[in-house]
């Protein structure tokens, strides 16, 4: 059977269906959530959805596919983690346990794995050296030193506020942009599209 028919694809469907039913929620207001947590759900769904859809384009072997939902498992899971302890996250902000910093560091490995895998490896080279920068740039010659940050500092300020990975494209992506792409999506179906041009 080819890959929409099979066990895996109709579970890929449904994940797809419950993230649009979020998303609509959240936009029509039938779920408010603070917007720290709507751009991790949206984070951890986009990587629940990317890749095993990755892995399945690709036709990956049997053990490139479990690990791809092993990593999707886990980027959905730092959502989770995020939504159950957001008080605490917000209580702690700039003083991560040693947990926070174990699900942070997580975060920013299945981001910069997801880019590699959907983007190839430009993007998150660049952005891998950059946070090397963050991490490092303290040694570097003058006039490109900087102060220095520390670890924890880092791992607060790119996983759990909202200018590292749920920055800005995020907010945008989360509440406009996925909405437009679902309704495209929802016009091309139903021919709507077909009917506009003719």
């Not at 983007?119 to 950059?130: C, N, T």
């Amino acid at each position: 059977a080819s890959f929409p028919g099979t066990r895996e694809g109709r579970l890929l469907f449904w994940i797809a269906v419950a993230f649009s039913v979020f998303q609509i929620a959240t936009a029509l207001g039938l779920l408010i959530l603070p917007s720290q947590i709507v751009r991790a759900v949206h984070v951890g769904f986009l990587t629940l959805l990317a890749f095993p859809l990755v892995a399945a384009a690709r036709q990956a072997s049997l053990p490139l596919r479990i690990a791809s939902w092993v990593l999707a498992a886990a980027g959905f899971g730092v959502a989770v983690y995020q939504w159950v302890f957001y008080r605490d996250l917000i209580i702690r902000a700039g003083y991560p346990t040693d947990a926070d910093l174990v699900i942070g560091t997580g975060l920013i490995a299945i981001v910069l794995v997801a880019a590699w895998r959907i983007m190839g490896p430009a993007l998150p080279i660049i952005a891998g050296v950059f946070l090397a920068y963050c991490l490092f740039g303290q040694i570097l010659p003058s006039p490109f030193a900087h102060r220095g940050y520390g670890f924890d500092q880092v791992i607060d300020h790119m996983a759990f506020g909202t200018e590292g990975i749920y920055g800005i494209p995020i907010y945008v992506s989360s509440t406009y942009i996925f909405l437009f792409i679902l309704f495209g999506a929802f016009l091309e179906r139903a021919g709507m599209i077909r009917f506009f041009n003719d």
